[in-house]
């Protein structure tokens, strides 16, 4: 098992900046792993943000291109998300995920079932 926890949200003015991070315990090991973000919003389904691939290949959602910027520390088992400019439509709950790959999987899936494990979210809300 692993476990996610997300920390770094809060409220933040239109054009501010905030940084993400989620730290991973449990059966981590030299297991490799995809980390990604996604977000959700009440009514809507959870989506894609920002990945980054066990070997540091980045994908991110058209949305969040040139903005919000996805890094791994794997010494410390942290994935963060660093988001600037933020918009109010940036408001959501964003969690954390990873998915237990292998070594031949060099990509990062956008779609929700393709990660084994979620953090609990934290709130991110961008006021006007």
């Known amino acids: 098992q692993v476990q996610l926890i997300e920390s770094g949200g809060g409220l933040v003015q239109a054009g501010g900046s905030l940084r993400l991070s989620c730290a991973a315990s449990?059966?981590?090991?030299?297991?490799?792993?995809?980390m990604a973000w996604f977000r959700q919003v009440p009514g809507k389904e959870r989506e894609f943000v920002a990945g980054?691939?066990?070997?540091?290949?980045?994908a991110y959602a058209d949305s969040v291109k040139g903005r919000f910027t996805i890094s791994r520390d794997n010494g410390i088992r942290t994935v963060y998300l660093q988001m600037t400019s933020l918009k109010p439509e940036d408001t959501a709950v964003y969690y954390c995920t990873a998915a237990v790959v292998s070594y031949a999987t060099d990509s990062v899936s956008s779609l929700t079932r393709d990660y084994d494990y979620w953090g609990q979210g934290t709130q991110v809300t961008v006021s006007s």
């Open positions: 449990g059966r981590t090991g030299s297991t490799p792993m995809t």
């Open positions: 980054e691939s066990w070997s540091g290949r980045r």
